[in-house]
């Protein structure tokens, strides 16, 4: 089983920028065995919806079309994390930020943190 944790967001003003954390942790095992990790978001009355997913199985990386190369993923395997890099934010990207790790076929997922943008 995955144990993921997010931390990151806040408030910041529109055109600001944010990095996103995601780490996770395998509480069955020592071996993590992920093979993608990713965000989605939940904007106030929306419906959850995606963001982006970085295979860590074959190393590709997918994002929504709403990103418009706003939005940047990295990784730092060692320590099994994952960031999210978010530029030039706007208002109508006020959400909470999910992070989901797949691991054997499981999707697990992260408390959320709640990024907001307002002046």
């Known amino acids: 089983q995955v144990h993921l944790v997010e931390s990151g967001g806040g408030l910041v003003q529109p055109g600001g920028s944010l990095r996103l954390s995601c780490a996770a942790s395998?509480?069955?095992?020592?071996?993590?065995?992920?093979?993608?990790m990713g965000w989605f978001r939940q904007a106030p009355g929306k419906e959850r919806e995606f963001v982006g997913i970085?295979?860590?199985?074959?190393?590709?990386?997918f994002y929504a079309d709403f990103v418009e190369g706003r939005f940047t993923m990295s990784r730092d395997r060692s320590k099994n994390m994952l960031f999210l890099h978010i530029n030039s934010l706007k208002p109508e990207d006020t959400a909470v930020y999910y992070c989901?790790?797949?691991?054997?076929?499981?999707?697990?997922w992260g408390q959320g943190t709640q990024v907001t943008v307002s002046s």
């Open positions: 970085d295979r860590w199985i074959d190393n590709t990386t």
């Open positions: 989901f790790g797949d691991q054997n076929a499981m999707r697990y």
């Open positions: 395998d509480r069955t095992s020592n071996s993590y065995g992920i093979d993608s």
